[in-house]
């Protein structure tokens, strides 16, 4: 028997040497991420301190119990002749290790609890920011400013479907990021418009679920500027793994300047509503839009995915009336993946997006809708 | 006439009516463990189709629709197809024998319990094939998503209930036989302690199955007959599922696991020549963690937004149970210091599902940290932690079962060599698949997302080569099972040297009928 075990335990050295091996050149190549990611917040420093102890103080066990099991295996083998032992109880011994492990957790939970008060205290804060999880995109508005904006993937599909060399930031870019003030208590008022999605961005210490009907309350003061990434961490749906979060930290100032431009653009494109929108303009402006917002669904070849998600080439709603068709996309459709759109998208985007869908895969119809039949219905 | 007699006993139908018909606990534990086997394929298929596409950065062989119900699925079938009919099978097989029974108490009904198996489980992977595919919403089943899925949920809501009835009969069976069969002065607190967490585990089972029936029939009649349970815009809460869900699904963890340490238990003492250290206080914690397993479930949902002081509850009761787990290992340990120790496959496989259930057990203590959870909550770090428990506690412990009793029940030992390529081409493949997940978890990367960052992509690589090898490994599994069952050195009735028990007292393999008179206890 134990010729055999030297044996086979031989052969699996081998095996685990040449997995190795294999694997060699990747570790030399790899930027490897073994703990969490750099803190930029109080919170989040506290977080990994707090992971780091309770991490120690679980090897220093598992060293120390298995220490003595793998004793145990070397020396009291029965092939080296050892006798057993009779003994099978000691109630003193039974007590202390049911004692000593009681105050450890004790001495561990101390810290836990005020790290978690403090992650609850939410008052005093300088700025709230609303965030809403939409499958699969995040909405975001500055509640006090009065800006609002979606914030969606900007990894090019090509990159997803290995046509195209992938960025350093595959997978956690976006058109639009998250700016916000270093120095200032941001409040976040979290909630989720269709399904359960979770906000989370390592480097700020925050997760927090965006659930239906349901506002949760975190905070976060960013230590310095710097680009912050995340992903949401709810499974939402298809496309859960392609709704990032950016969040962008700067300068008070730069904050300010940067809120004054958005509202100058909000101003710009209500004016543009007014015009009539040429046919070129709307189809080139709502392939844009449908590339950004539809694609996931309806897909690049607007056939969308058969038994989940209608195609749109050649479809009744597409093809049928004008009125039906923006009905359908500025007010969704209850108990089904489509979203309303009215809030999200703003005249200029409903009307191109619906031309551009009345015209592309094959539909079309000629059919032409202008902001300023959007914006009737809006009423 | 007395030898007429027992032949007439041993006689049984031949063909498929012996084992549709039957009501023998030894058949039908064969049956449940069979049907395990079937599931642990089809579920392993899934889960390497998760690692292949995995393998690196982009979408190269299914679409992230079709992974989701991948990964839906595997949590399912491994639950409630492969590791929960496992240790039914083993309780069938094994308690009657354990405690000098003839059978178990309900015969007609063990049979029922098993038949609603296989239709359960073909109708789970026939959403696969309903309009729209299987629920893509993860085993947690979670409304609003799961409101949104096709019909393809309600075959799993169907399927979950008919697993669940068949486990509700099966914990009912176990419960009347333990109670009411033991030889007699066969008491309690004498009874082997695999006979002991499988009486705990019942119970278990019978007060958490039915609240997830409750729960997916909400699902149901939410999805189709106009209630709002979980609807928000309704004047439901979708927190509630979760709630109602883990109020049934931590005991399930429990469920899962303590036969495991009931296997342990019996597979270490044999092993190391020496009686169990500790057996009351190895029978009272089991009994701790069960009731402190209906007192934790909020633990799986930090995230939602609890009030400060539920999240403390729910933290400091958590972290209790690290006190019950934490003596039993002690007890293993103790069982195994000072003993004759020899390391054949059943021994190889205990010792290795104690130390790596610790790890899994030791960074289920890390996620009950409230605060720390916020930032391991939903990464590859749980994902890393649920694998370390339920297949290092439970998965190893039915291999390490099978190898321990399997000579019993055909009178053949297993080849020695092969158990042990077996055993550490397990041991390569799992640590290999799922160590490297817990560095993917710390650095940041989401559970149940079909592509990554690329800073993700060596430790996926390294998953994906071990996922690969553990599949392989369980192919041997196959083919050392079959040829023990086929052939192989005699067996003797006590088997190993140390072994302990009235399943020892019967011949190899064990006749068809054992002790129809009962066995005398010292």
Redesign the interface.
């Known amino acids: 028997?134990a010729k055999?075990?030297i044996r086979?335990?031989r052969?699996?050295v081998a095996?685990?040497a040449a997995?190795g091996m294999?694997?060699i050149p990747?570790?030399a190549a790899?930027?490897?991420?073994?703990?969490?990611?750099r803190p930029v917040t109080e919170i989040a420093h506290?977080?990994l301190w707090?992971?780091h102890l309770?991490?120690i103080i679980?090897v220093i066990?598992?060293v120390g119990?298995?220490g003595?099991?793998f004793y145990?295996?070397a020396a009291?083998?029965?092939?080296r002749g050892?006798?057993?032992?009779?003994?099978?109880?000691?109630t003193r011994?039974?007590v202390v290790?049911?004692i000593i492990?009681?105050f450890i957790?004790v001495g561990?939970?101390y810290p836990?609890?005020t790290?978690?008060?403090k992650?609850?205290d939410v008052t005093n804060s300088d700025l709230t920011v609303k965030i809403t999880g939409h499958q699969w995109k995040w909405q975001y508005e500055y509640l006090d400013q009065d800006v609002s904006f979606f914030s969606v993937l900007a990894t090019p599909q090509a990159?997803?479907?290995?046509e195209a060399k992938?960025d350093?930031?595959?997978?956690?870019e976006v058109d639009k990021p998250l700016v916000l003030p270093v120095g200032k208590k941001v409040r976040f008022l979290?909630t989720g418009a269709?399904?359960?999605h979770?906000w989370?961005v390592?480097q700020l210490?925050?997760?927090?679920?965006a659930?239906?009907?349901?506002i949760?309350?975190i905070w976060a003061r960013i230590d310095e500027p710097g680009t912050y990434r995340?992903?949401?961490?709810?499974?939402?749906?298809?496309?859960?793994?392609?709704m990032p979060i950016v969040v962008q930290a700067v300068s008070d100032e730069e904050f300010k300047t940067w809120i004054g431009e958005q509202k100058k653009l909000k101003v710009a494109a209500a004016a543009a509503a007014e015009r009539s929108w040429s046919k070129e303009e709307l189809i080139e402006h709502g392939k844009e839009i449908y590339n950004k917002t539809c694609v996931a669904c309806h897909q690049a070849n607007g056939k969308g995915?058969p038994?989940?998600f209608p195609a749109i080439a050649g479809s009744k709603i597409a093809t049928g009336p004008v009125d039906g068709h923006l009905n359908i996309v500025m007010n969704g459709k209850p108990?089904?993946?489509m979203q309303a759109f009215a809030g999200q998208l703003n005249d200029v985007d409903l009307a191109a997006v619906v031309s551009y869908e009345r015209n592309a895969f094959g539909n079309n119809t000629g059919d032409v809708v202008q902001p300023s039949q959007v914006k009737a219905l809006r009423k | 006439m007395a030898t007429a007699a027992t032949a007439h006993h041993e006689e049984h139908p031949y063909g498929i009516t012996r084992w549709l018909y039957t009501t023998n606990h030894k058949d039908i534990g064969t049956l449940y463990l069979w049907f395990s086997f079937a599931m642990a394929i089809v579920g392993g298929t899934m889960a390497l189709v998760i690692r292949a596409e995995l393998w690196q950065p982009g979408l190269q062989i299914v679409e992230p629709g079709f992974f989701n119900q991948m990964t839906a699925l595997h949590g399912l079938i491994m639950v409630f197809g492969l590791v929960m009919p496992a240790f039914v099978g083993l309780a069938n097989w094994q308690i009657p024998m354990m405690i000098g029974a003839p059978d178990m108490a309900l015969p007609r009904m063990n049979n029922w319990s098993f038949w609603i198996l296989p239709p359960a489980g073909t109708l789970l992977l026939l959403s696969l094939f309903a309009p729209g595919g299987a629920p893509q919403a993860g085993w947690t089943l979670y409304p609003p998503l799961t409101i949104q899925m096709g019909m393809g949920m309600d075959f799993v809501i169907l399927s979950v209930h008919m697993l669940g009835i068949s486990s509700v009969l099966g914990s009912i069976n176990i419960i009347a036989t333990i109670l009411n069969m033991r030889a007699p002065g066969l008491t309690l607190m004498k009874m082997p302690l695999f006979v002991w967490t499988w009486l705990v585990t019942a119970f278990l089972l019978l007060a958490a199955i039915p609240v997830l029936a409750g729960a997916v029939t909400m699902l149901l009649t939410d999805r189709h007959f106009g209630t709002h349970f979980f609807n928000a815009a309704g004047g439901g809460d979708p927190v509630m599922f979760q709630h109602v869900f883990w109020f049934f699904g931590h005991p399930e963890v429990y469920i899962l696991v303590l036969p495991a340490f009931g296997v342990f238990s019996q597979i270490i003492p044999t092993f190391s020549r020496k009686p169990l250290f500790g057996y009351e206080s190895m029978v009272y914690a089991t009994m701790s963690i069960a009731f402190l397993s209906f007192v934790v479930w909020a633990h799986h949902m930090y995230t939602v937004g609890m009030p400060t002081a539920g999240e403390l509850f729910f933290m400091y009761t958590t972290m209790m149970i690290a006190v019950p787990t934490g003596v039993k290992v002690f007890n293993w340990v103790a069982t195994m210091w000072r003993g004759s120790l020899s390391f054949e496959t059943p021994m190889l496989y205990a010792i290795a599902g104690v130390f790596l259930f610790t790890i899994g057990g030791l960074s289920g203590l890390m996620l009950s940290i409230t605060p720390a959870d916020f930032q391991y909550h939903d990464t590859y770090f749980v994902v890393a932690h649920f694998h370390y428990v339920i297949f290092a506690g439970s998965v190893l412990a039915i291999i390490g079962a099978v190898y321990y009793w399997m000579p019993k029940w055909t009178g053949h030992m297993y080849n020695e060599t092969l158990g042990k390529w077996h055993f550490w081409l397990t041991m390569i493949g799992f640590n290999l698949t799922f160590f490297p997940q817990h560095f993917l978890g710390l650095a940041g990367m989401p559970r149940r997302i079909p592509d990554y960052a690329l800073q993700f992509t060596e430790f996926n690589q390294w998953s994906t080569v071990g996922a690969f090898i553990l599949a392989l490994a369980q192919l041997l599994f196959l083919y050392i099972v079959i040829q023990t069952i086929r052939g192989g050195e005699k067996a003797s009735g006590r088997v190993w040297e140390g072994a302990e028990g009235l399943e020892w007292t019967v011949p190899s393999p064990a006749p068809y009928h054992t002790f129809a008179t009962p066995p005398k206890i010292r």
Request: proline residues 4%; glycine residues 8%; contains cysteine.
């Open positions: 028997m055999w075990f086979t335990t052969a699996a095996i685990v997995v294999l694997l990747t570790i790899a930027e490897y991420g073994f703990d969490f990611q506290d977080l707090l992971h309770i991490f679980c066990i598992f119990v298995f003595v099991m145990s295996l009291h083998r029965k092939s050892h006798k057993a032992a009779t003994f099978h109880e000691s011994l039974e290790w049911t492990p009681f957790l561990m939970a836990s609890t790290t978690l008060l992650m609850d990159q997803i479907h290995n992938k350093p930031h595959y997978l956690l979290v269709d399904v359960i979770a989370w390592p210490g925050l997760k927090k679920d659930i239906p009907g349901f949760n309350e995340g992903q949401c961490a709810e499974l939402c749906g298809k496309d859960h793994g392609y995915v038994g989940v108990g089904t993946a």
